[in-house]
């Protein structure tokens, strides 16, 4: 078989796994996959199979389940399988559909992974995959890493079938698979890109898949270089102050070509987006004592350098809110608030807003830190959720928590959790006629 000798090829070149070590398949039941544990049978790997029900497509995703439980029966592999709560977790998280089950996916099965012994994760991606993730990328905005596509390895991730086109999987001898009725909805983007812009792409370059691999190489070794380039830059420039504090020496950064490229490359490690570092170039001609922060670190501007160092949070105090109580700082926010009748009231999305039935509030409130045991009923939940866990589903660290501002009513209850979520109970209703709306000026 064609297929199985250049697999064997393509591992070897890009030295994706030993021929003895294990490796766990993320197997949907739909063709890729399906042929990706076939040619390991075929060449008589070490392999399992992995598979998630996203709970998405009723009974179309448990047949998928059923099918895939049984290839790896008749493959003679340990399966392994699991459900999510999908739409759930992407409502909680504030993600897409797709975000949500691609989170989910690869948190189980690196989970799978370690617990069981395996030395790798294998996804059946092949060449249009790629070409599809370039074009997404473009279409976002992206550096040079997302110019570069999928890697065949990352990691412990592999993906042995980026030898293969969509063109030349068709060609091979029929077999066994589910096809999942989501991939011809237009209303993914990816969707959208595989259906409606590469068959135009074709017309113009019929190899469009060759030229595309080319390209992903190219991309991929300019990556290495930049890398390498960054790697020297920051050894020169970034003196040791201690082991959480840098001094960068400002003129040094100023004469950096290309500028925005490399500043960029040197602190996004740190956490520092694009828009930070361009207020930062616009400010480093005469605002010493500016702060520049992200998440996890501090940029200080110190007329001829720079200060990084990590942001050392202490615990902000607690602050009470009146009914006459307009406007109030908190660990250096600003909030502001005010009531308005129902009938002049327009509900807004915005994260940086709680919007509150003023009837079922106690005054005054209370503006505090978050504490061990804090429970609330997050908004659109029918039960009461332990904060810690609702952080932990929210992606944020230990040393973060204490940062975000929880809005307390009268009666002890939680109403907000600043910047993510109301409760349930307090949440506009048909017979709410006045409500109470807190705002956080970022």
């Not at 042929?35 to 047949?63: P, S, T, V, W, Y």
């Not at 991939?183 to 990816?190: P, T, W």
């Not at 080319?214 to 040791?240: G, P, S, T, Y």
Request: aromatic residues 10%; hydrophobic residues 40%.
């Amino acid at each position: 078989m064609i297929a199985l000798n250049r697999l064997q090829t393509f591992i070897k070149e890009h030295a994706l796994f030993q021929e003895k070590e294990c490796v766990l398949l993320a197997v949907s039941g739909g063709r890729d996959s399906v042929l990706m544990a076939r040619l390991f049978k075929l060449a008589g790997f070490n392999f399992g199979i992995a598979h998630c029900n996203f709970q998405l497509r009723n009974e179309e995703a448990d047949r998928d389940e059923q099918f895939t439980s049984q290839l790896a029966s008749e493959l003679g592999v340990k399966f392994f399988a699991t459900r999510f709560e999908t739409a759930e977790y992407a409502k909680e998280n504030h993600i897409s559909i797709q975000m949500a089950a691609r989170d989910l996916r690869y948190q189980w099965l690196e989970k799978i992974r370690k617990e069981f012994g395996y030395h790798y994760i294998a996804l059946a991606h092949h060449q249009n995959d790629v070409i599809e993730t370039m074009l997404l990328n473009l279409t976002r905005g992206t550096g040079i890493a997302g110019l570069h596509g999928i890697l065949a390895k990352k990691d412990k991730l592999i993906r042995p079938l980026l030898f293969l086109s969509r063109e030349e999987i068709d060609q091979i001898p029929p077999f066994d698979y589910h096809e999942d009725s989501s991939n011809v909805s237009v209303k993914y983007a990816r969707n959208k890109i595989r259906l409606e812009v590469i068959p135009v792409l074709k017309e113009l370059n019929p190899s469009l898949e060759q030229t595309f691999e080319a390209n992903r190489k190219r991309f991929a070794d300019l990556e290495i270089l930049l890398q390498q380039r960054v790697n020297e830059l920051r050894e020169q420039l970034f003196k040791k102050l201690d082991d959480q504090e840098f001094e960068i020496n400002l003129m040094s950064l100023k004469n950096l070509i290309p500028l925005n490229t490399l500043l960029y490359e040197l602190f996004h490690p740190f956490g520092f987006t694009e828009s930070v570092l361009n207020d930062l170039t616009k400010a480093w001609e005469g605002s010493p004592g500016k702060v520049f922060r992200s998440v996890s670190h501090q940029l200080i501007l110190d007329r001829d350098r720079l200060i990084l160092c990590q942001i050392h949070q202490s615990t902000p105090l607690d602050i009470y809110l009146s009914k006459e109580l307009t406007e109030c700082i908190w660990n250096r926010q600003k909030f502001s608030s005010r009531v308005e009748s129902i009938s002049k009231f327009q509900l807004s999305n915005a994260a940086t807003m709680a919007q509150l039935d003023y009837d079922l509030l106690q005054f005054p409130m209370k503006l505090r830190p978050w504490k061990n045991g804090d429970q609330f009923q997050p908004l659109g939940l029918k039960s009461n959720k332990k904060l810690s866990d609702f952080f932990i589903a929210q992606k944020i660290r230990l040393n973060h928590k204490k940062a975000i501002g929880i809005l307390e009513n009268g009666n002890g209850d939680i109403v907000w959790i600043v910047g993510f979520r109301i409760s349930e109970r307090y949440k506009i209703s048909p017979n709410t006629k006045k409500v109470f709306i807190l705002e956080q000026s970022l």
